[in-house]
Every structure is written in structure tokens, then in C-alpha cells.
């Protein structure tokens, strides 16, 4: 999933059009490999510690969504970035994955707190939708998957004012 989202990422376009490659990307490697996407986005287990090196791959996997959002123009209805300061100011390294994806917003809290708000809500997104599809729950309703993605991907975009 990780190789996924860096390969949409390295697509030109402008915020808008990236947040839709990415959450398509997102989308297609977990349709087709739905048993692999619900075992790792599946309920945890109480007292279990993922290694480091799941928290670092889950990392590369939002991490183009964070440069996505760092330059946006979030409405009022992100309230989520006030919380998203609390986790850089307790966890030094969010701040150090923020800095590496969005440079641009390295250093100014509020900038890396807005690109935390977006990947946290894209990701909440993309794991309802698809994980939703990915588990079999839509067949029979006369929709795509790929529609309500689009429809939800759309609404984050414009909460966060992305061209």
C-alpha cells in the first residue's frame, strides 16, 4: 500500500487532483487485496504494540496525503487541527514524519498541524469507504465504490480548500 501511495504521489497535478490519485491508489490496492487490507486495518488487539517498522510503513502510506494538505486553506469546519497541535506538542516523532513528507511545513505548527487534520480525516475516509467495499458490504446497493470514494474524497478536498 505504501509503494501504491508513493506511486500516485509522484504524479504531477495540483492538491486536488493528487488527494484523488492517492485515495484511488489507496482504494484499488485494497480491492485487490481485500484479505491483506482487513487484516491490516482490522480491529486491534488489546495490549498488542505494533514494531517500529509497521508504524513506519503506516507512515509511508499517509505520508504523501500529509504534503497534500500542508498547503491548503482549511474552513472552520477542520476542527480537528487544534487537536493535531496537542500530538506535535507530545510526540516529536509526528513532527519529524510531518517534516519529511511536507517540508513546507517543517517548523510552523499550524501549517503541520493542518497537514495531520487532513491525512488523520482522509484516512478515516478511505478506511470507511473502502474497507467497507473491501469487506463485501456494497454489493447489491447499484453503486461503485469508486463513486462514493470520489464523493468523499471531493468534500476533503473543499474542506480544505484544495485547487
Given amino acids: 500500500m505504501g509503494e501504491a501511495a508513493a ?3 509522484a504524479v504531477s497535478q495540483g492538491p486536488r487532483g493528487r488527494l484523488h490519485t492517492l ?10 487485496e481485500p484479505h491483506r487490507y ?7 488487539v488489546p495490549g498488542y504494540v505494533a514494531p517500529d517498522d509497521t508504524l513506519d510503513r503506516a507512515r509511508a502510506v499517509l505520508g504523501p496525503f500529509l504534503t497534500v ?6 474552513g472552520a469546519q477542520v476542527a480537528a487541527a487544534a487537536e ?10 509526528v513532527g519529524a514524519w510531518v517534516a519529511e513528507y511536507a517540508p513546507t511545513a517543517a ?5 503541520s498541524a493542518q497537514a495531520l487534520a487532513g491525512a488523520v480525516l482522509a484516512w478515516a475516509q478511505l478506511h470507511g469507504s473502502v ?8 454489493v447489491g446497493m447499484g453503486h461503485s465504490g469508486a463513486t462514493l470514494l470520489g464523493a468523499q474524497t471531493e ?3 473543499d474542506a480544505f480548500g484544495l485547487e
Wanted: net charge negative.
Fill in 7 to 9: 506511486d500516485a504521489s
Fill in 23 to 32: 485515495a484511488d491508489a489507496y482504494r484499488a490496492w485494497a480491492v485487490e
Fill in 38 to 44: 482487513l487484516l491490516i486495518q482490522g480491529a486491534p
Fill in 69 to 74: 494538505f500542508a498547503d491548503g486553506t482549511p
Fill in 84 to 93: 493535531m497541535t496537542a500530538w506535535l506538542g507530545t510526540d516529536e516523532a
Fill in 107 to 111: 517548523g510552523d505548527t499550524g501549517k
Fill in 131 to 138: 474497507g467497507l467495499e473491501a469487506a463485501g458490504q456494497f
Fill in 155 to 157: 468534500m476533503l478536498a
